[in-house]
């Protein structure tokens, strides 16, 4: 169980579009999601908190305009990037905290972006 | 605030060779302790975690104890394999509600036959 899935896996796209990213988890329901985001051979840098049905708190530096995240269900959180920009290429990874039982994230697979 | 320290890789080992990454931590409370791997091109997945002081967690032959004490997790693994490539990331959360996890940095574990 806990399993969270991300699609795309992977995604290329011209410079000045838009680039969703689904996270859901699988099997079980999840109030909190997160998104975070990963450069080359660094740790993961937390974007934002996306709560059910409100608004996502994003992290000092993060521009909540051009990253648009949703979490419409307790299953189904999506980061929209915006206008994307070659310097928006990156590893993108969700993780997911059930909703009841110890605080523990269960993340997906990641999304690598590459904007050209 | 709650920060996590390990150390800098990479770490180049032989096969069966022993592995200790070192992991400290600052954190207001009683955080659980964590530790994730991620093997190249994928996400995170959990290893081991241990949610109070003295726990042991352990997994495919990893261990690592909470010494509050100390304020460490110490990762260790008694003889590597190369199938053990791969970065190694500890972190922390508190336990109330549903915060995000603080990662170390990551160490880059390399082993060769």
């Known amino acids: 169980g806990a399993v969270v899935s991300q699609h795309p896996s992977w995604v290329i796209c011209k410079s000045g579009t838009s680039v969703k990213i689904e996270c859901r988890s699988l099997?079980?329901?999840?109030?909190?999601m997160f998104w975070y985001r990963q450069f080359p051979k660094q740790s993961l840098m937390l974007m934002a908190t996306?709560?059910?049905?409100?608004?996502?708190?994003?992290e000092q530096g993060v521009e909540k305009d051009k990253f648009l995240i949703n979490h419409a269900s307790l299953t189904l959180s999506t980061l929209t990037v915006t206008s994307a920009h070659p310097e928006d290429s990156s590893f993108y990874i969700c993780?997911?905290?059930?909703?009841?039982?110890?605080?523990?994230?269960?993340f997906g697979p990641g999304t690598r972006l590459t904007v050209l | 605030g709650n920060s996590v320290t390990q150390m800098e890789g990479p770490v180049t080992l032989s096969e069966e060779a022993f592995l200790t990454i070192n992991c400290t931590y600052t954190?207001?409370?009683?955080?659980?302790l964590f530790w994730y791997v991620q093997y190249p091109g994928e996400g995170l997945q959990l290893l081991l975690k241990?949610?109070?002081?003295?726990d042991k967690g352990s997994n495919k032959g990893f261990e690592a104890t909470y010494r509050k004490e100390t304020t460490s997790f110490h990762l260790e693994k008694g003889s590597v394999q190369v199938s053990d490539s791969a970065v190694y990331f500890c972190?922390?959360?508190?336990?109330?509600?549903?915060?995000?996890?603080?990662f170390g940095k990551g160490t880059r574990l390399s082993v060769i036959a």
């Open positions: 993780s997911a905290s059930r909703t009841s039982g110890i605080n523990e994230q269960f």
């Open positions: 099997d079980f329901q999840a109030t909190t």
């Open positions: 996306s709560n059910e049905g409100s608004k996502a708190t994003y």
């Open positions: 954190a207001t409370g009683y955080p659980s």
């Open positions: 241990a949610t109070k002081a003295d």
């Open positions: 972190a922390l959360t508190t336990n109330s509600g549903n915060t995000p996890l603080v």
